[in-house]
């Protein structure tokens, strides 16, 4: 099976996104940028996952490689019905 997309233009993207951030910073210092792009990542993945496993949660989780509870509290952090 294919993967949707080639992890190397994942992180270009990422890393374009990125400099562009700072580049909008303009010289202002950052500040949880761990954080930031873990949750500008985290929430379209869980929901095309989601999508994906016909809302099912217990195989969402399985596909993600989590647990249950640990996507039902990532749902829920993110408003994800």
Known sequence: MKPLFNESELAACLRRELEQYFRDLDGEPPSAIYEMVLNCMEKPLLEVILDR?????????????????????????????
């Open 53 to 81: 496993a016909g809302s099912n949660q217990s195989r969402a989780a399985e596909w993600l490689g989590i647990n249950r509870n640990t996507l039902r509290k990532k749902m829920q952090q993110y408003g994800i019905k």
